[in-house]
């Protein structure tokens, strides 16, 4: 929620309240007991854990192959690099510190911009077999329906026949 909050779309406080209520019941089901309720509750455990955290090989090791690009070789290198410092960026200021995690971890205004333009265009890409395709198909709606523009989406859903529409949410932007 935070990368894309910071790298794609900013998220109104509303929309990150619902990733939290929404995220809890998927939690306890993996066992978490108390999972946070928003960004302050998040930032309250990681402060409360700092202790804890300390700089070991196997953080830098798993940035480095982040960075490599080995996880996804298709993609171009220099976006490898800003991920792995993007994924960084990410973390409250005493969790870096405590990790050791420096100046080489710093996000460039370069980063930045290739982290915006890639994540716009990865918003906007429908992925063949993923969740929303599979979803759109499942309602009877084309599997690139929620990367299609409103008024596209308005046209699809009032030209449905009025049994396969029912259900059906209107049509979200």
Known sequence: MNAYD????????AE??????????IARLY?????????????????TLAPRFEP?????????????????????????????????????PVVRQKLAL??????????RLALKAAGKLADRIPVPGSAPCEASKRLGLPANFLY????????LLAARPASSSAGVPEAAG
């Open 31 to 47: 066992g978490v007991q108390s999972s946070p309720k928003s960004t302050a509750d998040v930032l309250g455990m990681m402060q």
């Open 56 to 92: 070991h090989p196997i953080v830098t090791e798993f940035l480095d192959i982040i960075q490599s690009g080995q996880a996804a070789p298709a993609a171009p290198k220099f976006l490898h690099r800003a991920l792995a410092r993007a994924s960084v960026s990410l973390l409250p």
């Open 148 to 155: 299609l523009s409103r008024g596209t989406q308005e046209r």
């Open 16 to 25: 990150k309240t619902r990733f939290y209520e929404e995220a809890g019941p």
């Open 102 to 111: 420096g100046s080489d971890y710093d996000l460039t205004a370069t980063d």
């Open 6 to 13: 910071r790298f794609v779309s900013p998220l109104s406080e």
